[in-house]
């Protein structure tokens, strides 16, 4: 497993922007696929973006495209989830997650590294 170092969350109001990052405890990374995740109270852990380190092909859930936008720098070996026109409905905890492989999945039991989650509250 990979160790991942989460930030960026906190207080927003709606239409405003949060960046999040996620470091791997590795280096590098190429044969991995990063992912964010966010569990709101009361329901199943949700997925939201993923991107590929070797060829930074991305995927977005259906609800964040457009707004969000992930990415990831080799040199600094951290990924970013930057998140734009918040809405209440983002409110939630953010992970950050890992797999060892190049291929884009989106169910959560496919990723084996985890962060610690940040928390991501939009008011309106």
């Known amino acids: 497993q990979v160790q991942l170092a989460e930030s960026g969350g906190g207080l927003v109001q709606a239409v405003g922007s949060l960046k999040l990052s996620c470091a791997p405890s590795?280096?590098?990374?190429?044969?991995?696929?990063m992912a964010w995740f966010r569990q709101a109270p009361g329901q199943e852990r949700e997925f939201v973006a993923a991107i590929t380190w070797h060829g930074g092909m991305t995927h977005y859930a259906d609800s964040v495209k457009g707004r969000f936008s992930i990415s990831r720098d080799s040199v600094e070996n951290t990924g970013y989830l930057v998140m734009n026109n918040l809405k209440p409905g983002d409110t939630a905890e953010y992970y950050c997650a890992a797999r060892p492989y190049t291929i884009i999945v989106t169910q959560a039991r496919w990723y084996n590294s985890w962060g610690q989650g940040t928390q991501v509250s939009v008011s309106s």
């Open positions: 590795i280096r590098p990374f190429s044969t991995y696929t």
